[in-house]
């Protein structure tokens, strides 16, 4: 699987657990019993985009983000 995969398959999962964590809010079990099963689907796909991003970093795929400085103000001095 690549990383674009897992992260649209894990996107897909948030939004099933989010959709089923509604109904368990209004009294359904069944809905309650697949929240409980989804997170543990969740956390497995969550396992596996994590081996995947950082093995992309390291070959370069992922862009990284450079951190920009941002000019520091200097205190007007009290008369």
């Known amino acids: 699987m690549g990383l674009k995969e897992t992260s649209s398959l894990l996107m897909k999962l948030l939004e099933d657990c989010q959709k089923n964590l509604q109904k368990a809010g209004g009294g359904n079990k069944a809905a309650a019993q697949r929240v409980r099963t989804g997170t543990i689907k969740l956390e ?3 396992k596996v985009y994590r081996k995947e991003s950082v093995s992309a970093e390291k070959k370069g ?19």
């Open 61 to 79: 795929i992922v862009k990284k983000v450079a951190k920009t400085k941002k000019p520091v103000k200097k205190a007007k001095k009290k008369r």
């Open 44 to 46: 497995k796909v969550a």
